[in-house]
């Protein structure tokens, strides 16, 4: 059983960094997909930034891109979300999420069927 979990939100002031990971586990599939969502009270859930770990290739949203990188460590099955030059349109709950056995990069929500718990970034001063 695919199960993920996020940590590393917080509060951070605008123009800050914060780093987020995914601890993933239970993957049965060396083709997928897995990447960084987030959501905010009245709006759909949103794509930040995903990878497809066989080939490495990765999407990010227009209104992160120059300032998030994702990056994947496999020797501890977890992939990270580095955010800088956050703002607070940034404020969001951050969710980490898995598509199995997909042969290409996917980035639409709905096809994502393992998700974490969700950590919250505020970015206030």
């Known amino acids: 059983q695919v199960q993920l979990v996020e940590s590393g939100g917080g509060l951070v002031q605008p123009v800050g960094s914060l780093r987020l990971s995914c601890a993933a586990s239970?993957?049965?599939?060396?083709?997928?997909?897995i990447g960084w969502f987030r959501q905010s009270p009245g709006k759909e859930r949103e794509a930040v930034s995903c990878?497809?770990?066989?080939?490495?290739?990765?999407y990010y949203a227009d209104s992160v891109k120059g300032r998030f990188t994702i990056s994947r460590d496999p020797a501890k099955n977890t992939v990270y979300l580095q955010m800088n030059s956050l703002s607070p349109e940034d404020t969001s709950v951050y969710y980490c999420?898995?598509?199995?056995?997909?042969?290409?990069?996917?980035?639409?929500?709905?096809?994502?069927?393992?998700w974490g718990q969700g950590t919250q970034v505020t970015v206030s001063s």
């Open positions: 999420a898995t598509l199995q056995d997909t042969g290409v990069l996917i980035s639409t929500p709905p096809f994502f069927g393992s």
């Open positions: 239970g993957f049965a599939s060396d083709y997928y997909t």
């Open positions: 990878i497809f770990d066989k080939a490495g290739t990765t």
